[in-house]
């Protein structure tokens, strides 16, 4: 076992020693919340824990990422949310990225709804829409930044199985909410912070994808390595510029303009995702 990983393990220990100084809550579902959607974590009922606070978790600083551990109850559900994601852009490694996955299976969620914005490669996608993450493209996983490099863990392999890293039973169950049947989409993760040019959101294109951020993926491959059911809702921010000679320059105030225009129909469909998560993975 590398120092790397004995140092990863260790932090996950501590992180769930300082969580336990505060509470015993236990959760069934993880929630991981993209930027602008946080707030949704603040109707738990339960210990809200800064990252500050938390041995050797990693600290937020993306914008509108809080950076605040939940933990309690919501519709009856015992539920771990993260109020602040963790992105490469921010100079976080995979891993660290994928830590706050690690941490919710400590405290026992088998499921994990990951949320996040993305930019829209498909012209059936509009401003606002909400899309469910069907497969992905992992980009920084295919030039040696996966969320299991130098993971060894005696008795459980690192390579996993992505053939259905999305749950196909638990998005037939997401159609079921007030949005209706939601679209399914292909989401390619970069590492940002800058957006895509023409040139690269093409290739992504041609790669098939269908919606482009800077998250997420690293999270879905530590859930499925740790046995997680995994839920993947992308909403729609803005187009991907592939063509600068047609398309206006994507604006970053029109962006969270779109974000919060959505947060009451998004809250309504993670109400309906969280009571019809899987009890066990």
């Not at 978790?57 to 990422?65: L, V």
């Not at 093409?202 to 790669?207: E, G, K, P, T, V």
Request: proline share 4%.
């Amino acid at each position: 076992m590398t120092q790397a990983t004995v140092a990863r393990s260790d932090r996950a220990k501590r992180a769930l020693a300082s969580i336990r100084e505060v509470t015993d809550a236990t959760a069934d579902v993880a929630l991981i919340l993209g930027s602008g959607l946080g707030d949704y974590a603040e109707q738990i009922d339960g210990a809200h824990i800064p990252y500050d606070d938390i041995d050797g978790f990693p600290k937020s600083s993306a914008p509108t990422h809080k950076g605040v551990l939940h933990i309690g109850t919501l519709n009856g559900r015992k539920i771990v949310a993260l109020q602040g994601r963790l992105h490469l852009y921010e100079g976080h490694t995979a891993q660290d990225a994928a830590f706050p996955i690690e941490v919710a299976h400590a405290l026992g969620a088998t499921s994990a709804i990951l949320t996040n914005i993305s930019g829209s490669l498909n012209p059936d996608y509009a401003d606002g829409d909400i899309v469910s993450i069907s497969d992905h493209i992992y980009l920084p996983g295919l030039t040696g930044q996966g969320a299991l490099v130098g993971r060894i863990d005696h008795g459980r392999s690192p390579f996993v199985n992505l053939t259905r890293t999305y749950d196909d039973g638990w998005l037939a169950k997401a159609d079921e909410s007030d949005m209706g049947i939601l679209q399914r989409g292909i989401y390619a993760c970069l590492a940002g912070p800058h957006f895509e040019t023409p040139a690269e959101g093409r290739m992504l294109r041609l790669l098939g994808a269908d919606m482009v951020g800077m998250s997420t993926v690293h999270e879905a491959v530590m859930a499925r390595y740790l046995g997680l059911t995994v839920l993947g809702l992308s909403l729609i921010a803005n187009p991907v510029i592939t063509d600068s000679d047609t398309q206006p320059v994507v604006d970053e105030f029109e962006i969270w303009e779109t974000v919060k225009a959505a947060q009451t129909k998004f809250s309504v469909l993670l109400d309906h995702a969280i009571l019809s998560a899987p009890l066990t993975a």
